[in-house]
């Protein structure tokens, strides 16, 4: 059984598991390993991490959730609103063994009922990376625009996706 939840601060050792797990699973190949355990090592630290978990917990609107599968922590999702009605997806990651179980769209389905007023959701993904891409076509998000973005001298297309809502329900 998938259980859908805020996040909280025990939650922090199991999203960088998580984030270890798939990102070295979803971006091998994308980028070299180096990169990757850097962005990791930020990204993802405890100081960074449990700043996020504060700033949810604060928050009047909270966007940081935690999916358990049989009470193992199996992916984590987290938006930022951007204008009144409009958020962003800023991670949504699920260990490989947990894909397609329907936990991306448990994720979605709870946003876009927990973040009201809300008539956009979008998220930036590398074009390299087919899995994501996949994920949210099948979602029902729309290939919007593309942007190059420059990291440590690499350039890489990022994708945006959005997923147009209306009345806490996804428009296909």
């Known amino acids: 059984m998938i259980t859908i939840r805020?996040?909280?601060?025990?939650?922090?050792p199991h999203i960088q598991s998580i984030a270890q797990?798939?990102?070295?699973?979803?971006?091998?190949?994308?980028y070299s390993e180096g990169y990757i355990q850097d962005f990791l090592s930020r990204a993802y630290s405890d100081e960074n991490l449990?700043?996020?978990?504060?700033?949810?917990?604060q928050s009047a609107k909270r966007s940081f959730l935690i999916a358990?599968?049989?009470?193992?922590?199996?992916?984590?999702?987290?938006?930022?609103q951007v204008k009144e009605e409009e958020y962003e997806l800023l991670r949504i990651y699920i260990r490989p063994e947990y894909h397609k179980m329907g936990i991306g769209k448990e994720f979605i389905q709870r946003f876009t009922q927990d973040l009201k007023p809300i008539n956009k959701l979008f998220a930036w993904v590398?074009?390299?990376?087919?899995?994501?891409?996949a994920f949210y076509e099948k979602?029902?998000?729309?290939?919007?625009?593309?942007?190059i973005e420059?990291?440590?001298?690499?350039s890489k297309t990022q994708v945006k996706y959005e997923l147009?809502?209306?009345?806490?329900?996804?428009?296909s």
């Open 6 to 12: 805020f996040v909280s601060h025990e939650d922090i």
């Open 50 to 57: 449990s700043r996020s978990v504060d700033r949810d917990i």
């Open 68 to 80: 358990e599968f049989n009470g193992r922590v199996g992916g984590y999702a987290q938006t930022r």
């Open 139 to 147: 979602s029902g998000f729309k290939e919007i625009e593309e942007m």
């Open 150 to 154: 420059t990291i440590e001298g690499h």
């Open 126 to 133: 590398g074009k390299e990376n087919y899995i994501g891409r």
């Open 164 to 171: 147009e809502i209306s009345k806490g329900k996804v428009v």
């Open 21 to 30: 797990e798939t990102w070295n699973y979803t971006y091998q190949g994308i």
